[in-house]
């Protein structure tokens, strides 16, 4: 990582610190450089304005002096064309195109030279993604997830048998290349997956979730996570 794009990305992390601050090791870790190194970008940050504070001792660390604010967050060439790649990647997620939507935004208040040179980067990228769900299933999916309401769909099981079911939607995952919607179906009063792609109809109804939670679904594999996750705090001294 260049020397510019760590001092982008270590503003990021200051900035989602706030006032609870982070060690100087733990960025070092982070970046995989020195903490020597860390310390003099630090130091580069708070010469070009951003309101560094450094608290010594357990407990102490970095952060951003409270009730302040710092410029609009700014993206590197690479870092602008990885948030594209990944969105073009998987047109079937959940609320991609409210990501698409997002990324687009980023792309245009880039300053002049980035934008040229990320839309360059771009080009270099080639994606052949496969045709996602129908879109107004996945909308009624998507808002039945986001205000945990129950979603009623037709569902074609492996061998061809189609059901009408109520699910309230507990989770998305993707797996082996597909996405499923994890629920409660209220017709097998059990957990259920239900590909995506089997489903035909989905309409969002009036009836509020009865409470299932991720807990109820057991364990993720190995290598599953969450889409995103805050990073445990730090109390060491910096």
Same mark, same amino acid.
């Given at each position: 990582?260049?020397?510019?794009?760590?001092?982008?990305? =270590?503003?990021?992390?200051?900035?989602?610190?706030?006032?609870?601050?982070?060690?100087?090791?733990?960025?070092?870790?982070?970046?995989?450089?020195?903490?020597?190194?860390?310390?003099?970008?630090?130091? &580069?940050?708070?010469?070009?304005?951003?309101?560094?504070?450094?608290?010594?001792?357990?407990?102490?660390?970095?952060?951003? %002096?409270?009730?302040?604010?710092?410029?609009?967050?700014?993206?590197?060439?690479?870092?602008?064309?990885?948030? =594209? &790649?990944?969105? !073009?990647? %998987?047109?079937?997620?959940?609320?991609?195109?409210?990501?698409?939507?997002?990324?687009?935004?980023?792309?245009?208040?880039?300053?002049?030279?980035?934008?040229?040179?990320?839309?360059?980067?771009?080009?270099?990228?080639?994606?052949?993604?496969?045709?996602?769900?129908?879109?107004?299933?996945?909308?009624?999916?998507?808002?039945?997830?986001?205000?945990?309401?129950?979603? $009623?769909?037709?569902?074609?099981?492996?061998?061809? %048998?189609?059901?009408?079911?109520?699910?309230?939607?507990?989770?998305?995952? @993707?797996?082996?290349?597909?996405?499923?919607?994890?629920?409660?179906?209220?017709? $097998?009063?059990?957990?259920?997956?239900? @590909?995506?792609?089997?489903?035909?109809?989905?309409?969002?109804?009036?009836?509020?979730?009865?409470?299932?939670?991720?807990?109820?679904?057991?364990?993720?594999?190995?290598? !599953?996570?969450?889409?995103? $996750?805050?990073?445990?705090?730090?109390?060491?001294?910096?």
């Amino acid at each position: 990582m260049k020397r510019a794009e760590r001092l982008h990305a =270590l503003t990021e992390e200051l900035r989602r610190a706030g006032t609870r601050g982070v060690t100087a090791e733990r960025l070092a870790r982070d970046f995989a450089v020195s903490v020597r190194t860390v310390k003099r970008d630090l130091a &580069a940050l708070e010469a070009g304005g951003a309101p560094v504070w450094s608290r010594p001792g357990p407990g102490g660390g970095y952060g951003l %002096a409270a009730g302040s604010t710092l410029p609009p967050i700014s993206f590197s060439p690479a870092q602008a064309v990885s948030l =594209l &790649a990944a969105v !073009a990647a %998987a047109p079937d997620a959940p609320y991609s195109d409210l990501a698409a939507a997002g990324v687009r935004k980023i792309v245009d208040v880039l300053d002049p030279r980035t934008r040229v040179r990320a839309e360059a980067l771009a080009g270099r990228i080639w994606i052949d993604a496969p045709p996602p769900a129908s879109r107004a299933i996945r909308s009624a999916l998507e808002e039945a997830m986001a205000d945990q309401r129950v979603v $009623r769909i037709r569902y074609v099981s492996g061998d061809g %048998a189609p059901t009408v079911r109520d699910v309230e939607p507990v989770l998305f995952a @993707s797996t082996n290349g597909r996405w499923y919607l994890i629920g409660w179906c209220r017709l $097998r009063d059990a957990m259920r997956w239900f @590909s995506v792609s089997r489903i035909e109809r989905a309409t969002v109804t009036g009836a509020a979730c009865s409470g299932h939670t991720v807990a109820e679904v057991g364990e993720p594999p190995p290598h !599953a996570r969450p889409v995103y $996750r805050e990073r445990p705090e730090t109390t060491a001294a910096g």
